[in-house]
T-cell receptor
Framework: EPEVTQTPSHQVTQMGQEVILRCVPI?????FYWYRQILGQKVEFLVS????????KSEIFDDQFSVERPDGSNFTLKIRSTKLEDSAMYFC??????????????FGPGTRLTVL | QKEVEQNSGPLSVPEGAIASLNCTYS??????FFWYRQYSGKSPELIMS????GDKEDGRFTAQLNKASQYVSLLIRDSQPSDSATYLC??????????????FGKGTKLSVKP
């Protein structure tokens, strides 16, 4: 069964460093998302991406964040200068369509980001 | 501010019983509703989606939607210890420029006792 994959599973970084989180969405999906979950809190939407551009972004997704689809399979989230409060689990998700009956989003296993 | 509310639990049921999980949402224009299961330290796993008022059954799971009351529920029949997890309600507030992002509740922790 096709699934979303993410690498690395755990990333430890120093405050102020840049990190890139990688995702391979399900191959025939067209819509890609990043969410984050701070320990003990709810899953929060960061950004959605379609047709090589951002569709929507939340207030969390400020200028420190960027997304890219560098090739036909990978989808990346870059945090330019990490802060302590960026420590969270980051989930990539993908779906076939964004509305109607087909906006079922499937999540990857996540990357645990720890900022020291 | 669009909100999704769930009782945090824990909800404890004996093995074989019916577990009932509830969720309310604030955006009346919402069209798509989802239940995810999340084991501790793992990612959300899609269990059910529902789009129309009424019931939708899939195996031991039944999702119920009442748009007039802005209420979604999930019933788990014949609960098993392996069902012990946090259940997340998620809503897609379509319209108003939303592009499919999900708003999640905090989740209800379910414990099924053998």
């Amino acid at each position: 069964e096709p699934e979303v994959t993410q690498t690395p599973s755990h990333q430890v970084t120093q405050m102020g460093q840049e990190v890139i989180l990688r995702c391979v969405p399900i191959s025939n999906h067209l819509y890609f998302y990043w969410y984050r979950q701070i320990l003990g809190q709810k899953v929060e939407f960061l950004v959605s991406f379609y047709n090589n551009e951002i569709s929507e972004k939340s207030e969390i997704f400020d200028d420190q964040f960027s997304v890219e689809r560098p090739d036909g399979s990978n989808f990346t989230l870059k945090i330019r200068s990490t802060k302590l409060e960026d420590s969270a689990m980051y989930f990539c998700a993908s779906s076939g369509r964004w509305s109607g009956d087909f906006n079922e989003q499937f999540f990857g296993p996540g990357t645990r980001l720890t900022v020291l | 501010q669009k909100e999704v509310e769930q009782n945090s639990g824990p909800l404890s049921v004996p093995e074989g019983a019916i577990a009932s999980l509830n969720c309310t949402y604030s955006d009346r224009g919402s069209q798509s509703f989802f239940w995810y299961r999340q084991y501790s330290g793992k990612s959300p796993e899609l269990i059910m989606s529902i789009y129309s008022n009424g019931d939708k059954e899939d195996g031991r799971f039944t999702a119920q939607l009442n748009k007039a009351s802005q209420y979604v529920s999930l019933l788990i029949r014949d609960s098993q210890p392996s069902d012990s997890a946090t259940y997340l309600c998620a809503v897609n507030p379509e319209g108003g420029g939303s592009q499919g992002n999900l708003i999640f509740g905090k989740g209800t922790k379910l414990s099924v006792k053998p």
